[in-house]
């Protein structure tokens, strides 16, 4: 992709907010936009502080923090998006309503553009059959907090291009990122190993085993993981985790990925982690 192009961001979510800094900051120009215009409000205040912060660390310059600020843009609508070359969705993790999106986005955006999806779990050859051009859509599956995280997982789907995949990847470096890349199957890489642990943690608790203080302990001190496997369920979003278990579980049908019952029980309560100030933990 050549210097300064467009990159449209649908989902102004954790996620989506911390992709459009990321590519801010790198000097593209990036469109972001949410159906919930509440969400684009709280993105631009967290993306001005977050960037804000790089700069009293040291982390950035004045300058390079003004331009940031510049290149990022609010749609107000997905019309907004006929222009952009790579249009990075990070909506809610469901098949149906990525469809939907994808089925829109292949109507507004330009020939050449390439549609990506952030998805954590879901098959990218069916996002890509909704579209009239499979060979340009893809996988870019960014890790949380996208800002920091240094990995993109990138994932082909049965009809992806290999020069699809090679712009991508090389947008990915531009990021700063390393890059893996994954065949199409349930979970792709990270999450099909990340997610049952994940689920084991909660059964874990669920059959009381030890309190949540004790595993999440046991995981940090035991295996030196940067948080506990329910701070970090807490961190990603119960919604997200069971979304991932259930495609995880009727994508590869083994009761191994069987979601525990308290996880479901906890998204039936609302209680999504931190987003909503309470998950497995209280956060008020
Ligand atoms: N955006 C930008 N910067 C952020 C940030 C955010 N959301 N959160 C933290 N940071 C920055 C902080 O400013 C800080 O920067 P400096 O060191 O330069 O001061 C740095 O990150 C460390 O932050 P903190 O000191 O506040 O906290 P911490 O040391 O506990 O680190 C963390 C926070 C980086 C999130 C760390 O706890 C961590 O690595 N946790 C595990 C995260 C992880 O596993 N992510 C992958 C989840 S799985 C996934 O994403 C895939 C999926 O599909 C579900
Ligand atoms: P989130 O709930 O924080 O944000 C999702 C956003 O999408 C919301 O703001 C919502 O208003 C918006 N949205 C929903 N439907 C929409 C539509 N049709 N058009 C436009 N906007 C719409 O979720 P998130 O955690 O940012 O996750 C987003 C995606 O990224 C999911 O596919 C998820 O699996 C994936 N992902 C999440 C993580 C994580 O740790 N949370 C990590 C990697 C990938």
């Not at 469109?31 to 969400?39: E, T």
């Not at 923090?65 to 998006?81: G, Y």
């Not at 952009?84 to 507004?108: M, R, Y």
């Not at 789907?157 to 349930?186: F, H, N, W």
Request: aromatic share 6%; proline share 4%.
């Amino acid at each position: 992709m050549a210097e300064r192009q467009l990159i449209g961001v649908v989902g102004g979510g954790q996620m989506g907010s911390g992709i459009a800094q990321l590519a801010a900051v790198a000097g593209f120009h990036v469109l972001l936009y949410d159906s919930n215009a509440d969400v684009l409000v709280r993105a631009n205040s967290s993306i001005s502080s977050s960037i804000r912060r790089l700069v009293s660390k040291g982390q950035l310059s004045q300058s390079a923090s003004d331009d940031a600020m510049k290149n990022l843009k609010f749609a107000q609508n997905l019309e907004d998006f006929r222009d952009a070359d790579v249009i990075i969705e990070a909506i809610v993790e469901s098949e149906v309503v990525k469809k939907t999106l994808f089925l829109e986005l292949d109507k507004i955006a330009k020939v050449s553009a390439i549609l990506a999806s952030n998805t954590s779990s879901i098959s990218i050859t069916r996002l890509a059959s909704t579209t009239s051009r499979p060979s340009q859509v893809i996988g870019m599956h960014f890790m949380n907090p996208p800002p920091i995280m240094k990995l993109i997982e990138i994932i082909r789907g049965a009809d992806t291009s290999d020069a699809v995949y090679a712009t991508v990847k090389s947008l990915a470096e531009r990021l700063g990122k390393t890059v893996i890349c994954s065949q199409d199957y349930p979970g792709f890489i990270v999450n099909r190993i990340l997610m049952p642990m994940i689920n084991e943690a909660f059964y874990t608790l669920y059959t009381g085993v030890a309190t949540k203080e004790d595993i999440d302990t046991g995981m940090k001190l035991g295996t030196n993981h940067p948080m506990g496997p329910l701070e970090l369920a807490d961190f990603i979003g119960l919604d997200v985790c069971l979304s991932i278990m259930n495609v995880l579980h009727e994508g590869l049908g083994d009761s191994k990925y069987s979601p525990c019952p308290l996880l479901v029980q906890y998204v039936d309560a609302g209680r999504l982690g931190r987003k909503k100030g309470i998950g497995v933990y209280s956060y008020q």
